[in-house]
């Protein structure tokens, strides 16, 4: 199983950008997928994520409002989208993924997810 994440890039503060993420594999589907992010010195966290059963979403609270996720069950493909971007969500986006569901509260857990993919730079001008 493999993760790839695209849709990285630069934007201003107040811009928009949309990441992708594809879980390739035959014999691979979804249950639980997520959007981590890491900046520079600080530890990997959780920004949202998506169980593909239902649609039932987990976010960062200081995401909310301006980042949605969504996902393609068909293409095996997890979106974020990012709008009124700041320079403090500027970092490496990671998408993740397990074959299982899981319930909101445990979806932020990163030792859950079992394929990652190799991140996608945003960064954000002020």
């Known amino acids: 199983v493999q993760l790839q994440a695209s849709g990285g890039g630069l934007v201003q503060a107040g811009g928009s950008l949309r990441l992708s993420c594809v879980a390739s594999?035959?014999?691979?589907?979804?249950?639980?997928m997520a959007w981590f992010r890491q900046a520079p010195g600080k530890e990997r966290e959780f920004v949202y994520a998506?169980?593909?059963?239902?649609?039932?979403?987990r976010y960062l609270d200081s995401v909310k409002g301006r980042f949605t996720i969504s996902r393609d069950k068909a293409k095996k493909t997890v979106y974020l989208q990012m709008s009124s971007l700041k320079p403090e969500d500027a970092a490496v986006y990671y998408c993740?993924?397990?074959?299982?569901?899981?319930?909101?509260?445990?979806?932020?857990?990163?030792?859950?997810?079992?394929?990652w993919g190799q991140g996608t730079l945003v960064t954000v001008s002020s």
């Open positions: 594999g035959s014999a691979f589907i979804p249950g639980t």
């Open positions: 998506i169980r593909s059963n239902d649609g039932a979403t």
């Open positions: 993740a993924a397990r074959p299982s569901a899981l319930i909101t509260g445990q979806m932020t857990r990163q030792n859950l997810y079992d394929y």
